[in-house]
């Protein structure tokens, strides 16, 4: 028995020539290349970049509110519907509006978090949220950073871990920062401590917005 693709003897009992591949019994396709199999196409590959990191740029105040750069992701708690949103900054004006509602509200200034990478599962896994005067502004994943747009004047800021099992929930230190034209632009990260059969550790430090990546 020969390949019908090929034309190499395929021995007896063979389910597939071992030449080509083609699965025995495959009926032949006509061919423009006579005498052997048609050459696969060949693509060109373009290069894909890999995408550059943001480079750092501090905000600008108008009137005593922030402006961020546009592209630059936010996050925020709509004081009108207490939507929790996560968006895009689309242009040049102090106005941050709620994706649920619409509206949109000036600010005075960011906080930028930064979670810390760390190696152990335990650590990588766990869920942490963001509290903020007693507001949940959601999760901070490992590895990632978040810009938060807080209004003028004092806030406890905070880390709390969701329970899991055989873990329980979890507190961080906490800081008590002023938001105002002066302090407009405030950091922190967080490690993840590992503790051994015990709920792993929150650390919140503050640090420079120079070192939070990506923001």
């Given at each position: 028995?020969?390949?019908?693709?090929?034309?190499?003897?395929v021995a007896e009992g063979n389910r597939f020539c071992m030449f080509c591949g083609t699965p025995v019994g495959t009926q032949a396709q006509p061919s423009a290349h006579p005498g052997g199999p048609a050459p696969?196409?060949?693509?060109?590959?373009?290069?894909?970049?890999?995408?550059?990191?943001?480079?750092?740029?501090?905000?600008?105040?108008?009137?005593?509110?922030?402006?961020?750069?546009?592209?630059r992701k936010y996050r925020i708690v709509c004081p009108d519907c207490h939507?929790?949103?996560?968006?895009?900054?689309?242009?040049?004006?102090p106005g941050f509006p709620c994706s649920s509602c619409g509206k949109a509200y000036a600010y005075g200034g960011q906080l930028l978090l930064y979670r810390m990478g760390n190696g152990m599962p335990?650590?990588?896994?766990?869920?942490?949220?963001?509290?903020?005067?007693?507001?949940?502004?959601?999760?901070?994943?490992?590895?990632?950073?978040?810009?938060i747009m807080l209004s003028n004047g004092t806030h406890i800021i905070g880390m709390t871990s969701r329970p899991?099992?055989?873990y329980s929930p979890n507190q961080s230190n906490q800081f008590q920062i002023v938001i105002g034209p002066q302090s407009n632009n405030l950091a922190f990260k967080l490690s993840i401590v590992y503790r051994y059969m015990a709920?792993?550790?929150?650390?919140?430090?503050?640090?420079?917005?120079?070192?939070?990546?990506?923001i």
């Open positions: 028995m020969n390949c019908v693709k090929c034309g190499k003897a696969a196409p060949v693509t060109q590959q373009t290069p894909v970049a890999a995408p550059a990191a943001i480079p750092y740029a501090p905000p600008s105040v108008q009137g005593g509110n922030i402006i961020i750069p546009a592209g939507w929790l949103c996560e968006d895009i900054k689309r242009d040049a004006t335990s650590c990588a896994m766990l869920h942490v949220d963001i509290v903020i005067d007693g507001v949940v502004y959601g999760e901070i994943k490992n590895t990632e950073a978040v810009r899991a099992w055989p709920s792993n550790g929150l650390e919140l430090r503050q640090c420079d917005p120079r070192e939070i990546p990506g």
